[in-house]
């Protein structure tokens, strides 16, 4: 979904190919309002020279704003699952600036979730619901790049319970830790505990949600120091962190 857009985004539409582009989306409704709503659900929008861009496409990597999420759910499959507890650190300049955390409520909690990650429901009982903390996370996320180990696995999990909850799209860009540190860190094992024994982080809670976005956004400016020297912009960050072709 979107990917046409967001490739075409990378050098640049104008108007008339943004509104042709968006029309299956919003049929109805005008440039300036699909313009706003596509930047409210997180796809970072700048005018240039008449024409639409990425703004990842103009931002010095090290000048971006990025939100590192870590998720604990109570089933891995989004359909049949919540997330129960969302906990994220927001980076600007490369500068932690804001944590996000919180517990969610839940019917039910598996045993073997209790044991992974010590939530119960005795913890979950008088704690909002997903669609009220989601409501906060979007504002929280603003047009950022999000960040994650396993991106894909926290960002579609998250991207289908904001379409459960009916609010709308996750258009952020977003990027995988593990890729991005195994082009840049050496290690003998890239998953996030492993790294943090590997570098020397410091310790927090294995499997609790701002525990593990703490060591995730370590990691992330670890793996930032070892750039090549050709990476210079965001999207340049976001091309670089990607699997490579035919390899995991």
Known sequence: ???KLLNKLKNGVTKKEFLTLTKKYYPDFDFKTIYELLKFQGLPLIQKQNKIFLKTKFTSYNKSEYTILD???NNSKPKEGQIIEIGAVKLKNL???D???FL???KDIPRYVTKVTGINNQMLKNEKSQKEIL???????GDSVIVAHAADFDFNFLAKQFEKENLGYLLNPHLCTITLAKKTLKANRYGLKYLKDELNLPEEIDHRALGDARTTTRVFLKSLENLPKSIKTT???IEFAKPNKNKC
């Open 1 to 3: 979904m979107f990917e």
């Open 71 to 73: 998720l604990e759910v």
């Open 95 to 97: 500068v932690p600036i």
């Open 99 to 101: 944590e996000f955390s």
């Open 104 to 106: 969610i409520y839940a």
């Open 135 to 141: 409501e906060k996370f979007r504002l929280f996320l």
């Open 235 to 237: 999207q340049d960050l």
